[in-house]
């Protein structure tokens, strides 16, 4: 595998809100964020076609980057924040801002990395990637309790090509709604120059703690996490090379996913839930299934829960607020036309379980909960993103970026789904294996539509 050069870092900055405009704040955290407190950050990667020289870069880009940041974080304050893990389980993790906290924020050029290589669908070399995804900062660690920075920023210049925009995030600090609400307003004041338009809209963040409190859930997590433990060996995690590892990009249009859905409904008759995701999270599901080994197999995804909560809850909450939903099976069950049926029967049945009983999502939680107290020792595939979100639409004055990829997929084999760029019924779905695996999974997913 070759080793790919570091870029070269033009500008350092920390971006703050800007004086005096967000004050101390503090943000309790509840169940569904104490879920996340050991899972490995989140990194995802933009990519904007755009022919710039560095002058440019430099002179402009950067600029309106930092200043179009700065007032973004003052409505959005805990992505400059930190997450404080205290030693005992009594006392528990909360998102913490002081004035004057930032975002760590790094400016780099690339010229040994291939703007359009990089923006292809077929499988490329993961650490490729790597360099451009921003990692955390390292965690203050004193006697009274643990600092952990929350999110940073990269962006990369290809000089007459385009630049990637990488931002990685402590998986506490929200979950996918979250980080759109933040991106969608972050661009929108790209855009502009103001928070004006951003503000007429009346998407500020809900940040009011309206999750019922749920003890059993909260000591389920807080144990799996083993808070107190964080004070002597908590690191954050990052992805680095060298690895066999390949990533390639997938797309079901609409009209393949409608002729799966006719097949399934056509096999399964009496199955309640046949959906474009259902039919492309049980095609995925049946072909890495195909270059496993006989194993039992989890296949797992995560349901917003602000709708489905009593009372329900604000689409504008900020923080963690998703349960999941989840099959199982043997790999061989799972193989072939049948066994895509099978897995697309299993996902449809336990997604139209939780949807449809009132208490679905807070037993599936509570599953969960059982899951990682006892450590989850049964192989999973889980998926990132989610089609709902319009991450293609983030756009920051350049237009819509020309691709997408969720970098950190590569920690634990998920796939990564969103809606197409071109067409929002198309899904693109990312996946990161082991190469040889990688070549006998392109075969069958291409043999199998």
């Keep these: 595998m070759a ?13 703050s809100p800007p004086a005096t405009t967000v004050g101390d704040k503090l943000l309790p955290l509840t ?8 899972h490995p950050p989140v990194h995802i990667l933009f990519f904007y076609e755009l022919s710039i020289t560095q002058t440019q870069f430099v002179e402009t880009i950067i600029p309106n980057l930092r200043h179009s940041l700065s007032i973004t974080l003052q409505h959005f304050y805990p992505f400059a ?27 780099a050029e690339c010229n040994d990395l291939h703007f359009n290589k990089l923006t292809e669908n077929h499988p490329r070399d993961c650490e490729m ?13 004193t006697s009274d309790f643990t600092k952990i920075p929350v999110f940073s920023v990269q962006v990369t210049l290809f000089p007459n090509s385009g630049i990637s925009i990488g931002m990685t995030n402590h998986h506490c600090l929200g979950d996918a709604s979250t980080r759109f609400s933040f991106l969608n307003a ?19 963040p809900y940040y009011d703690r309206v999750v019922k409190n749920n003890k059993q859930l909260e000591e389920s997590y807080l144990k ?12 954050p995690r990052n992805l680095c090379g060298p690895t066999d590892k390949v990533r390639a990009t997938f797309v079901l249009p609409r009209t393949v996913l409608n002729r799966l859905k006719n097949l399934v409904s056509t096999q399964q008759p009496t199955l309640a839930y046949v959906s474009s995701f259902t039919v492309a999270c049980g095609y995925m599901w049946s072909c890495i299934a195909s270059t496993c080994e006989d194993q ?36 061989t069950r799972l193989t072939g036309k049948e066994g895509f ?12 379980k939780t949807l449809t009983d009132k208490d679905g999502i807070v037993k599936e939680i509570e599953s969960f909960g059982d899951l990682f107290s006892n450590g989850i020792r049964t192989p999973m595939i889980g998926v990132s993103g989610t089609p709902k979100l319009k991450f293609y639409d983030m756009d920051f004055g350049w237009g819509k970026p020309k691709k997408i990829e969720t970098i950190s997929i590569d920690y634990n084999g998920s796939i990564s789904m969103n809606a197409c760029k071109e067409n929002n019924e198309d899904l693109e779905i990312g996946v990161c294996l082991p190469n040889t695996q990688m070549e006998v999974f392109v075969r069958l997913f291409r043999d199998g539509l």
């Design 186 to 204: 972050w661009t929108s004041i790209a855009r502009s120059g103001t928070d004006e338009s951003f503000l007429a809209s009346g998407t500020l």
């Design 31 to 38: 169940y569904f964020d104490f879920m996340c407190l050991r």
């Design 341 to 352: 049926v099978t897995a697309a029967k299993l996902i449809g049945e336990s997604l139209y």
């Design 129 to 141: 990637f790597y360099h451009l995804i921003p990692q955390l900062d390292q965690a203050d660690k």
């Design 296 to 331: 039992m197999q989890i296949f797992s995804f995560a349901i917003d829960c602000r709708v489905r909560m009593n009372p329900p809850i604000p689409a504008a909450y900020f923080g963690n607020c998703v349960g999941g939903c989840m099959a199982m099976e043997r790999t």
């Design 81 to 107: 924040g930190s997450l404080i893990v205290y030693p005992t389980s009594t006392k528990k993790p909360e998102i913490r801002y002081i004035e004057g906290d930032s975002v760590a924020v790094k400016f």
């Design 224 to 235: 799996f996490a083993k808070v107190e433990s964080f004070k002597e060996k908590y690191a």
């Design 3 to 15: 080793s790919f050069p570091i870029l070269s870092v033009l500008e350092e900055y920390r971006v």
